[in-house]
Structure formats: C-alpha cells, structure tokens
C-alpha cells in the first residue's frame, strides 16, 4: 500500500505531532487538527479529523473513530492510526479512498496516553497508562524493575534459592522449566523482573507491585467498580483528564456510528459485550457483529472473539472503551489486540483463560517461542542468561526476552505489515455505515399555485441509520428527519420538517434461505415516502434535507414551474 512516511519504528510524541500538524496544513479541505486536552505532563491528546469537507461539512457525515491505544506501551497502536491517515491522504486520488472521504469523517485519536508512551519509548520502564503513581499511597516493597545492566531493557533476573522454582533447561538453557517436585539437587531459581528490592529486610523475595497501576480502560463509566475490586480503576470514572475528554467527545460526536480502538498484544479482534454475555445482548446487533467478523477474517487473518464469552471469561474487566461506547453511546466497535507474535510462533492461545494449562505447555510454548525468534534471525531481542553481581543479592543472572520491542510490540521489520492489514480492514468496515439518500422528489401541480412535493428517502448502508439498537435504548437517539424550505413557501397541509423514524440497512432486510430458494421477507422499512403540499407564487427553487445523527445530512434541489 503506498504510503508517505516510513513504518520502521515508533513515534515520539513530536514528531507524531509533527505529522499531523503537516496534515492540517497540507490538506486543509480535507484535515482538521485540534487538542482534546492537555495532560498533566504538558502535551496534547491530537484528535484529527478526515473527510473531504467539499462534499459536506465533518458533522454532517457518519463517523469513523479511530483510538490508536490507551495503554502506555501498547504504541503499535498510534503507527496503525498514522499509518491509515497516511494512506487516505497519499492516495486520496483514488477512486475508492476519494468515495470514503466523500462519504464519512474520520475522527482519528492516534495517542490517547502521550504522557505514558513517551515514558515507555524514551525509558527502560513501562507504564499501564499514566505517569502518576498509583495507588498513591506508600512505598514499594519488593523488587523494582530496574534497568541494572545498562543496556536499555528490563528482562528478567534469575536468583539462586534453595526453594526455586525454575531451573535451565539442558537442550537450551535459554528455556526455564519447572523443578520436578522430586528433585532436591541442582541449581534452582526464582524469577523476577531485573531490579533492585526495596524494603527487604533479607530472607524471602517478592516482586513490588506497579508504581504506576492506573489503567484508563478501567475508567469509564460502564460497569465501573471500585478499588477494592479492581485496584486499577481510579477514584471515580473518568476522574482522570485523557479518559474525560475521550468520554466527552465521543459523547458530542453522535454521528460515530463504528469505532475501533488498538491494543497489543494476541492477534484478536475483540467485540462487545465485555460486562455481560452474547446471550443477553441484543441479537440483532450481535447478528451484525458476526458479519464483520467474516471481514476481519479476510483482511487481517485475525480472530473475532467476544470479550466476555471468548475472551475474558469470569475475569473483571469492566470500565472498559468497548462497553461504553457499545452500551453507552450505541456505537459499534472493536478492541484490536495488535500483533499475533503467539500465532506466528505456533501456539494456540486457550482463551478464555488466555495462559498455558499445565507447565509442559507452557515450557513448550517458551520452545516455540526462542525457536520461531532463531529462523527469523531476531537474536538482538534475546540475552543468555549473564551473570551479573547484584549490589543487594549477590550473584545473579539477567537475560530473556525484550518484553517491549519482541513481545508486546513488533520488532520495527514487521511493524509495516502489521499496521498494513488493518488500514486494510478499515477500508472495507467503513462502508458498512449507514448512508443516507434521497432516492427521488417528486412534485405535482394541484392547481390553483398548489403543488404536492414527494420525496422517497432511504438508507443504502449496511448498517440502520440508528446504528446498534442499543442507540435507540440508550434514550439519546432522535428521530431521521425531513425538511422542505426554499423561496416564500406557504404549507397548506403539514409541517415544513417531517419526522420518520428510522430507515432500515440492509443488514436488517429480512431475506433469507429456504427450501423453496431465497426471498426477502417482512421487515423495517429502509425507505419512507414524506409528502407536501404548498403553494407558490411563482417559480421557485425548493430544497429537500434529510438529516440523521448517525447516517448524516443529505440534501436535494427541485424547481417549481
């Protein structure tokens, strides 16, 4: 796919901000650039906007968001984000991009996080979200990951104990294995995160708990719990700045009719529901879920899962994007777990439960692992284990595998491929939005100045102009409407704005298989006819606008004789 800017590495915050500022003044019938907020560490949460605003203002068109992440360190997230506008506005000649400019806003969020991932691409350390301790209470006790080799990476550390778990394996003692519960002799060790403990006192070793625990997909308002269930989750939702203004902007924006947010890491797409099962979610709206996911299958070689059936299981996971903006907002969308390194490697992930069942399982997957990173010549993201003298623990031994660069993001070769394939996927879920079309007007002379005026409006989408049902039950859906106006018209028989309810797509017209072949059978209407009658004085140019939150606005000149 041709492109502008190269895909061999990951962004920092200026020069991803660079990019989209060219954007902006490079393309400004096409782009708009401006900050949601600004975040404790001073820098800017980047919403820009795509659509070719010759073919009508962003407001009036169905809306696509695209969220590049909202985990710190999950950054290949924010390149597939750049990556998609880059490919709309190098080929935005192209017949099918020049259709979907004409035709949807995108609303792009490249870096909810900027803070975090800043820290997590210019430090050894990692980050859940945000740069602010949490719980903000206390000291951490126990080891705390430290880069003590220099070397940039924080792998993991092996410290001898004579009540170890782990030993070396003997074909290749870059493997750790579990001690057999008969063994007594050998050399056996625990395995921490490379560090330095704090508060130890000698004797038994544990890992400390994150510094910065707080997790901004735990913040939103569906399904929110407290602390004391999900240590991760904030005070109260959305009490954090980045989560705040993502909520209040999805919340403006009710023409967003699909949305997509990335994470890493696994090789999923990821579907709503997440705070309760398939079975009490709507059926239609998981129906179009199931459609899509034939898309995902063909663009990207991924696998759809539902979040609570498939995924998560009896976990809490909930103040989760997804179910906000499911439940929340109507809006459908997807929660993309970028980087599908254990399907490369040849393991089947078990999800739910998403670990190995049983240690030789596991062992074989770490085999699988080392051995997929040796045909692919990737030995720099891997140390033998080294010996290093620990300042507190004596002899100890660093190595493993780089948890940045191999395992929660790929290495910068594969990173082109990786961002291509969902670019690609967009391309195709984007015209599944509603589109709004007024088929046909109509008019015919009375007599006497009097004319009756028809117009036929319809939904082409795939999708009805309310988007998921759950739009029309959260309260905040009104009504398609439509409107004559023009010249000095007087209505003698209804109002000059008409409301229809909403139009069927595609998706929701009955049709099926039977034995007898296929037929469409009884259904919601996709097209409604709005009359008038009116009279004028002379000729005169009327116009005709259908207007929907999610499908958007559409309008159609007649003349009068």
Same mark, same amino acid.
Request: charged fraction near 25%; glycine fraction near 10%.
């Given at each position: 796919m041709k492109? *502008?800017?190269a895909?061999d /590495?990951?962004?920092r915050?200026?020069?991803?901000t660079a990019?989209?500022q060219?954007y @902006?003044?490079?393309?400004?019938d096409l782009?708009? %650039?401006?900050s949601?907020a600004?975040?404790?560490?001073?820098r800017e949460?980047w919403? %820009?906007?795509?659509?070719d605003? +010759?073919?009508?203002?962003?407001?009036?068109?169905?809306g696509y968001?695209l969220?590049g &992440?909202v985990h710190?360190?999950?950054?290949t997230?924010?390149?597939?984000?750049l990556?998609?506008l880059?490919?709309?506005?190098?080929n935005?000649?192209?017949p099918?991009?020049?259709?979907?400019l004409?035709?949807?806003?995108f609303?792009?969020?490249p870096r909810?996080?900027?803070?975090? @991932?800043?820290?997590y691409l210019? *430090?050894p #350390?990692?980050v859940?979200?945000?740069c602010?301790p949490?719980?903000p209470?206390?000291e951490a006790s126990?080891?705390v990951?430290?880069?003590?080799? #220099?070397?940039?990476?924080?792998r993991?550390?092996l410290?001898?104990?004579?009540?170890?778990v782990?030993?070396? @394996?003997?074909?290749?003692p870059?493997?750790?294995?579990?001690? /057999?519960p008969?063994?007594a002799e050998?050399?056996? =060790?625990?395995? =921490?995160?490379?560090?330095?403990?704090? #508060?130890w006192?000698?004797?038994?070793?544990?890992?400390?708990?994150p510094v910065?625990?707080l997790?901004?997909?735990r913040n939103?308002p569906m399904g929110?719990?407290?602390?004391?269930?999900?240590?991760?989750s904030?005070?109260y939702p959305l009490?954090?700045?980045e989560?705040? !203004?993502?909520?209040?902007f999805?919340a403006a924006?009710?023409?967003i009719?699909?949305?997509?947010?990335?994470h890493t890491y696994?090789?999923?797409?990821?579907?709503?529901?997440?705070i309760?099962s398939r079975?009490?979610?709507?059926?239609?709206?998981? !129906?179009r879920?199931d459609a899509v996911?034939d898309i995902v299958?063909?663009t990207?070689?991924?696998?759809p899962?539902c979040l609570?059936?498939?995924?998560t299981?009896d976990s809490?996971?909930s103040?989760?994007?997804d179910?906000f903006? &499911?439940f929340g907002l109507?809006v459908?969308n997807y929660?993309v777990?970028?980087?599908d390194?254990?399907?490369r490697?040849?393991? $089947? %992930?078990?999800?739910?439960n998403?670990?190995?069942a049983?240690?030789?399982e596991?062992e074989?997957w770490?085999?699988?692992?080392?051995?997929?990173v040796d045909?692919n010549g990737?030995g720099e =993201?891997?140390?033998?284990?080294?010996?290093f003298d620990h300042p507190?623990?004596?002899?100890?031994?660093l190595g493993?595998? $780089?948890?940045k660069?191999l395992l929660?993001n790929?290495?910068p070769r594969?990173?082109?491929?990786?961002v291509?394939k969902?670019t690609?996927?967009?391309?195709?879920?984007?015209r *599944?939005?509603p589109?709004?079309v007024i088929?046909?007007?109509?008019? *015919?002379p009375?007599?006497g100045g009097?004319?009756?005026?028809e117009?036929?409006v319809c939904?082409?989408? =795939?999708?009805?102009?309310?988007?998921?049902?759950e739009f029309l039950?959260?309260?905040?859906?009104r009504d398609?409407?439509?409107?004559?106006?023009?010249? $000095?018209?007087?209505f @003698?028989?209804g109002a000059?704005v008409?409301?229809i309810?909403?139009?069927?797509g595609?998706?929701?017209?009955?049709?099926?298989?039977s034995?007898?072949?296929?037929?469409?059978?009884?259904?919601?209407?996709?097209?409604k006819?709005v009359?008038?009658i009116?009279a004028?004085?002379?000729p005169?140019?009327?116009?005709?606008? +259908?207007?929907?939150? /999610? +499908?958007?606005t559409? /309008?159609?000149q007649?003349s009068?004789p």
């Amino acid at each position: 796919m041709k492109t *502008t800017y190269a895909y061999d /590495r990951y962004y920092r915050y200026d020069e991803l901000t660079a990019v989209l500022q060219g954007y @902006a003044r490079d393309y400004p019938d096409l782009a708009r %650039l401006t900050s949601l907020a600004a975040t404790p560490g001073g820098r800017e949460v980047w919403l %820009l906007e795509l659509t070719d605003t +010759a073919a009508g203002d962003f407001e009036e068109k169905p809306g696509y968001y695209l969220n590049g &992440h909202v985990h710190a360190g999950e950054v290949t997230g924010s390149m597939c984000v750049l990556y998609f506008l880059d490919y709309m506005l190098t080929n935005r000649e192209d017949p099918e991009v020049r259709g979907l400019l004409k035709n949807v806003t995108f609303y792009a969020v490249p870096r909810s996080v900027p803070d975090g @991932a800043e820290y997590y691409l210019t *430090t050894p #350390g990692t980050v859940r979200s945000f740069c602010r301790p949490w719980p903000p209470v206390g000291e951490a006790s126990g080891v705390v990951p430290r880069d003590l080799d #220099g070397d940039g990476v924080i792998r993991k550390m092996l410290v001898p104990s004579p009540y170890g778990v782990w030993k070396k @394996a003997q074909d290749d003692p870059r493997v750790l294995v579990k001690r /057999r519960p008969d063994e007594a002799e050998g050399t056996f =060790y625990n395995v =921490y995160d490379e560090g330095v403990p704090e #508060g130890w006192e000698g004797g038994d070793l544990q890992p400390a708990p994150p510094v910065y625990g707080l997790d901004l997909n735990r913040n939103f308002p569906m399904g929110w719990v407290t602390n004391d269930k999900l240590p991760s989750s904030g005070v109260y939702p959305l009490d954090q700045p980045e989560s705040r !203004a993502l909520a209040a902007f999805s919340a403006a924006h009710p023409n967003i009719c699909s949305a997509i947010v990335y994470h890493t890491y696994s090789g999923i797409y990821l579907y709503p529901p997440g705070i309760k099962s398939r079975a009490e979610a709507d059926p239609e709206d998981m !129906a179009r879920y199931d459609a899509v996911n034939d898309i995902v299958r063909e663009t990207t070689g991924f696998t759809p899962l539902c979040l609570k059936d498939d995924f998560t299981g009896d976990s809490t996971d909930s103040g989760c994007t997804d179910d906000f903006l &499911h439940f929340g907002l109507g809006v459908f969308n997807y929660s993309v777990e970028c980087w599908d390194l254990w399907a490369r490697c040849g393991i $089947d %992930l078990p999800f739910p439960n998403f670990g190995a069942a049983s240690d030789r399982e596991g062992e074989e997957w770490c085999r699988k692992l080392y051995r997929w990173v040796d045909q692919n010549g990737l030995g720099e =993201y891997i140390l033998d284990w080294t010996p290093f003298d620990h300042p507190q623990l004596g002899r100890v031994e660093l190595g493993g595998v $780089d948890p940045k660069r191999l395992l929660q993001n790929p290495p910068p070769r594969f990173l082109p491929e990786e961002v291509e394939k969902h670019t690609r996927f967009i391309l195709r879920h984007a015209r *599944t939005l509603p589109r709004l079309v007024i088929r046909q007007v109509k008019t *015919t002379p009375l007599g006497g100045g009097l004319y009756r005026v028809e117009a036929f409006v319809c939904n082409a989408g =795939y999708m009805p102009t309310q988007g998921l049902n759950e739009f029309l039950k959260s309260g905040l859906c009104r009504d398609v409407t439509v409107e004559l106006s023009g010249g $000095d018209l007087r209505f @003698a028989d209804g109002a000059p704005v008409r409301e229809i309810g909403q139009l069927e797509g595609f998706s929701g017209v009955n049709s099926r298989y039977s034995f007898f072949g296929v037929d469409t059978a009884p259904h919601n209407p996709a097209e409604k006819k709005v009359s008038w009658i009116v009279a004028a004085d002379g000729p005169a140019t009327l116009t005709v606008t +259908a207007r929907s939150q /999610r +499908a958007g606005t559409v /309008r159609q000149q007649i003349s009068l004789p």
